[in-house]
């Protein structure tokens, strides 16, 4: 009995989400049945990456976008960066993680919505041609050209990309489709932990067959753009944490298994012990602070983890706190968030000169004033105040803070209250 036959260069995909190197070696050193393969299954099939965190929230988006469109739930998928979490679409964006930048792209597999399609380009080709109907200004006089001649040929591959028949009452079949890519966005952008993307597309093809065979096309662009460059266009992203506080002496299992030593020789930023932690017994720690801080050279190191947004979630979950509360940023200008725009730009040049894809840091705000029982700005005669007048156990925690974190966090408030007749 012959046995079924897989290719060489498929099997090291043994992952739901296999690495963006392992994607590219395939289809590099495939034939025309390994993308066939990739096409089929990796890039088509499953959960997406995009909502790995919910994936009931994927097919909730496909149930509703398939009574909204008159198909089935099984006939829409998702493409693209959402699909396996980074961009394979040849040129610079090769390889580009998956982020708020990207954008959804939604496939229909479905003959009916596509003929209906047809039919209406088909009309509007007709108007345009004969005068029923003009653009509204140059601009879309030149996408209208543009579109009159990129369509067709799009159908004789068996698809067709609404967009590209104008939004208009006499075409009610676009119209329907751009009306719900809106509605899906706006009710994704609502919905709690859900893909934040710039934007959502479609494209309809005639059935599946015509949608591998695309795939599969596109794939073969890779390859032959990759042809003339190194084997593969890019390493596994540097991804740094920033530290300075208890992240550095506080042991936690779970979080430091993701990381590697480390190391002393991070960005300059301005820190002092000016929040108040009410998990540590209203004990001082320091943050960053660009008003009362002094300037610190911090501890950096690099994470074991392949994706950022599992870094991110690392950091947050470690530090029991929310995504607004993690500064990161993104070497490729994607993506980035900080408080503080000179201290996003410190750490930016910081890891430009590294060489850093990425980096991550705790950016929780100094919450002296709201948080102190005198209700007053901080000043390291207020904060001396504060931590004497708590009870024995939080004085004792607030000590322990002090006194075990790294000699690099110099500031006037721990230089001063190591001077105090009760600090031990």
């Known amino acids: 009995m012959r046995a079924f036959e897989v290719s060489p260069v498929l099997e090291p995909l043994r992952e739901v989400y296999p690495s963006a190197e392992a994607i590219i070696r395939a289809v590099r050193e495939g034939d025309r049945e390994a993308r066939y393969a990739l096409a089929g299954l990796w890039l088509s099939e499953g959960i997406p990456y995009s909502f790995k965190a919910r994936p009931g929230l994927y097919e909730s988006m496909r149930r509703w976008l398939a009574r909204k469109l008159g198909v089935c739930a099984k006939e829409i998928t998702l493409v693209g960066s959402g699909r396996q979490g980074f961009c394979l679409a040849p040129g610079a964006n090769l390889g580009r993680i998956f982020g708020e930048h990207s954008d959804l792209d939604l496939t229909v597999i479905s003959s009916r919505l596509f003929g209906n399609l047809v039919a209406a380009f088909k009309r509007w080709n007709a108007d345009y041609t004969?005068?029923?109907?003009?653009?509204?200004?140059?601009?879309?006089?030149?996408?209208?050209?543009?579109?009159?001649?990129?369509?067709?040929?799009?159908?004789?591959?068996?698809?067709?990309?609404?967009?590209?028949?104008?939004?208009?009452?006499?075409?009610?079949?676009?119209?329907?489709?751009?009306?719900?890519?809106?509605?899906?966005?706006?009710?994704?952008?609502?919905?709690?932990?859900?893909?934040?993307?710039?934007?959502?597309?479609?494209?309809?093809?005639?059935?599946?067959?015509?949608?591998?065979?695309?795939?599969?096309?596109?794939?073969?662009?890779?390859?032959?753009?990759?042809?003339?460059?190194?084997?593969?266009?890019?390493?596994?992203?540097?991804?740094?944490?920033?530290?300075?506080?208890?992240?550095?002496?506080?042991?936690?299992?779970?979080?430091?298994?993701?990381?590697?030593?480390?190391?002393?020789?991070?960005?300059?930023?301005?820190?002092?012990?000016?929040?108040?932690?009410?998990?540590?017994?209203?004990?001082?720690?320091?943050?960053?602070?660009?008003?009362?801080?002094?300037?610190?050279?911090?501890?950096?190191?690099?994470?074991?983890?392949?994706?950022?947004?599992?870094?991110?979630?690392?950091?947050?979950?470690?530090?029991?706190?929310?995504?607004?509360?993690?500064?990161?940023?993104?070497?490729?200008?994607?993506?980035?968030?900080?408080?503080?725009?000179?201290?996003?730009?410190?750490?930016?040049?910081?890891?430009?000169?590294?060489?850093?894809?990425?980096?991550?840091?705790?950016?929780?705000?100094?919450?002296?004033?709201?948080?102190?029982?005198?209700?007053?700005?901080?000043?390291?005669?207020g904060a001396i105040s504060h931590v004497a007048a708590l009870d024995a156990e939080g004085r004792a925690m607030a000590i322990e803070y002090v006194q075990r974190a790294l000699n690099f966090v110099d500031t006037p408030f721990r230089n001063a209250i190591r001077k105090q007749p009760w600090f031990e």
């Not at 719900?180 to 067959?209: C, I, Q």
């Not at 990759?226 to 530290?243: C, E, Q």
């Not at 993701?258 to 929040?275: C, Y």
């Not at 980096?359 to 005198?374: A, G, I, M, R």
Request: aromatic share 12%.
């Open 130 to 381: 004969n005068g029923h109907v003009s653009p509204r200004n140059e601009r879309e006089r030149i996408f209208w050209n543009a579109n009159k001649e990129s369509v067709p040929s799009g159908l004789t591959r068996g698809f067709i990309d609404p967009h590209k028949i104008p939004n208009w009452e006499r075409y009610p079949e676009a119209q329907m489709i751009a009306q719900t890519k809106y509605l899906a966005h706006e009710m994704l952008k609502a919905t709690p932990n859900g893909p934040a993307v710039r934007n959502v597309s479609f494209r309809v093809y005639r059935d599946w067959e015509s949608f591998v065979r695309q795939m599969a096309i596109s794939l073969r662009s890779i390859a032959d753009s990759l042809v003339h460059i190194r084997p593969m266009p890019f390493m596994p992203l540097k991804i740094a944490i920033l530290g300075w506080g208890s992240l550095l002496w506080d042991y936690n299992a779970e979080f430091d298994a993701q990381h590697n030593e480390w190391v002393f020789d991070g960005p300059e930023l301005k820190l002092e012990f000016s929040r108040i932690s009410e998990s540590r017994g209203r004990a001082l720690t320091p943050v960053i602070d660009t008003k009362n801080g002094a300037l610190c050279r911090v501890a950096y190191t690099f994470s074991r983890r392949k994706d950022p947004e599992d870094v991110i979630c690392d950091l947050r979950t470690r530090e029991g706190t929310n995504r607004k509360n993690i500064g990161f940023y993104f070497l490729d200008g994607s993506r980035q968030q900080s408080r503080d725009l000179a201290v996003g730009e410190s750490i930016i040049a910081w890891a430009k000169s590294n060489g850093i894809d990425v980096v991550v840091w705790t950016d929780l705000e100094s919450n002296f004033k709201e948080k102190s029982k005198f209700g007053q700005e901080f000043s390291v005669e």
